[in-house]
């Protein structure tokens, strides 16, 4: 079995140069995490999460899924939003999709994938509640639009649950924020489905 020393020298020397920037650094961040963000982002190897953002370790607590979906019987992602939000404090629930998906493009060509079908069935359902917007659209515009209708719906999702319901009830400062990526030039676009307490828009 292949050992992967390349990996394991990769990280001694990204160690090394945090530790030569900051002596500190791993000591501090060994004590405890306090982050202000949860981001719920897709499991494409092209969209890092705090590379995008350009925050340390520590300082974001990530989930991530094929198309980063957030769906009520996901006791995974269920238990990260809860963890999050009840234990961490965050103030920001970030859904972050990306465009060129594949997870979308999988859902939009109607071919059998497998296992990941019972997944790619979530997607599925958002392009059929947007079929009236999709329907004249050339296949590359389609795409890009259900990236993005899928986050909204998402974010929807993410609002719906009772942990988001009840710490809003609670009167916590949490926002629920929809954004996708673009990984041809490496900006985010904020979609405007923000939500603050009470599902009230912001």
Same mark, same amino acid.
């Given at each position: 079995?292949?050992?992967?020393?390349?990996?394991?020298?990769?990280?001694? =020397?990204?160690?090394?140069? $945090?530790?030569?920037?900051?002596?500190?650094?791993?000591?501090?961040?060994?004590?405890?995490?306090?982050?202000?963000?949860?981001?719920?982002?897709? %499991?494409? %190897?092209?969209?890092?999460?705090?590379?995008?953002?350009?925050?340390?370790?520590?300082? @974001?607590?990530?989930?991530?899924? $094929?198309?980063?979906?957030?769906?009520?019987?996901?006791? !995974?992602?269920? %238990? #990260?939003?809860?963890?999050?939000?009840? #234990?961490?404090?965050?103030?920001?629930?970030?859904?972050?999709?990306?465009?060129?998906?594949?997870? @979308?493009?999988?859902?939009?060509?109607?071919?059998?994938?497998?296992?990941?079908?019972?997944?790619?069935?979530? @997607?599925?359902?958002?392009?059929?509640?947007?079929?009236?917007?999709?329907?004249?659209?050339?296949?590359?515009?389609?795409?890009?639009?259900?990236?993005?209708?899928?986050?909204?719906?998402?974010?929807?999702? #993410?609002? !719906?649950?009772?942990?988001?319901? !009840?710490?809003?009830?609670?009167?916590?400062?949490?926002? #629920?924020?929809?954004?996708?990526?673009?990984?041809?030039?490496? @900006?985010?676009?904020?979609?405007? =489905?923000?939500?603050?307490?009470?599902?009230?828009?912001?």
């Amino acid at each position: 079995m292949k050992s992967l020393n390349d990996l394991f020298e990769r990280n001694a =020397a990204w160690a090394e140069g $945090i530790k030569e920037k900051d002596p500190e650094f791993f000591a501090q961040l060994s004590k405890q995490q306090a982050p202000e963000y949860l981001w719920i982002g897709c %499991s494409d %190897s092209r969209v890092p999460a705090n590379q995008i953002v350009n925050l340390r370790p520590g300082e @974001i607590f990530v989930h991530r899924n $094929i198309a980063n979906v957030v769906v009520p019987t996901d006791l !995974n992602c269920l %238990s #990260v939003v809860q963890y999050a939000v009840e #234990v961490l404090k965050v103030k920001h629930i970030i859904v972050c999709g990306h465009y060129g998906c594949g997870g @979308i493009k999988a859902a939009l060509d109607d071919q059998d994938h497998g296992l990941m079908d019972g997944w790619l069935q979530h @997607i599925k359902g958002v392009r059929q509640i947007h079929a009236e917007k999709l329907k004249d659209l050339e296949l590359d515009q389609k795409h890009d639009l259900l990236c993005e209708l899928n986050v909204i719906e998402q974010v929807k999702n #993410v609002c !719906n649950t009772t942990i988001v319901q !009840n710490a809003w009830k609670a009167g916590s400062e949490l926002f #629920v924020h929809g954004w996708i990526y673009d990984i041809q030039n490496g @900006i985010l676009k904020n979609l405007d =489905a923000d939500n603050t307490s009470n599902g009230e828009k912001k």
